[in-house]
Nanobody, 115 residues
Framework: VQLQASGGGLVQAGGSLRLSCAAS????????IGWYRQAPGKQRELVAF???????IYADFVKGRFTISRDNAKNTAFLQMNSLKPEDTAVYYC??????????WGKGTQVTVSS
């Protein structure tokens, strides 16, 4: 399965964005999907996971602000981001565990939060 993140943009602090992760290929529903982000000069970091059964893990810095979800019928995962802060500025990626372990990444989508 290949994944493409979209939905990024420029937003003011306190605003919201909804990112989408569209998957091509089959068997999307069996994969755990992770959202990651990489800010300039920093390492890529985990934002949230959603498992095939819907179990969810969030990084502490997004708890209560971001919501991860998936629609297996549409082969798409989502990241709803509310109460955005300037420090959320980064390129956001979605990925499966297999692709992440093998260092296979899509282009990502840029999120810029202005103060």
């Amino acid at each position: 399965v290949q994944l493409q993140a979209s939905g990024g943009g420029l937003v003011q602090a306190g605003g919201s964005l909804r990112l989408s992760c569209a998957a091509s290929g089959t068997s999307f529903s069996i994969f755990r999907i992770g959202w990651y982000r990489q800010a300039p000069g920093k390492q890529r970091e985990l934002v949230a996971f959603i498992g095939s059964g819907g179990n969810i893990i969030y990084a502490d810095f997004v708890k209560g602000r971001f919501t991860i979800s998936r629609d297996n019928a549409k082969n798409t995962a989502f990241l709803q981001m509310n109460s955005l802060k300037p420090e959320d500025t980064a390129v956001y990626y979605c990925n499966t565990d297999y692709r992440r372990i093998n260092n296979l990444w899509g282009k990502g989508t840029q999120v810029t939060v202005s103060s």
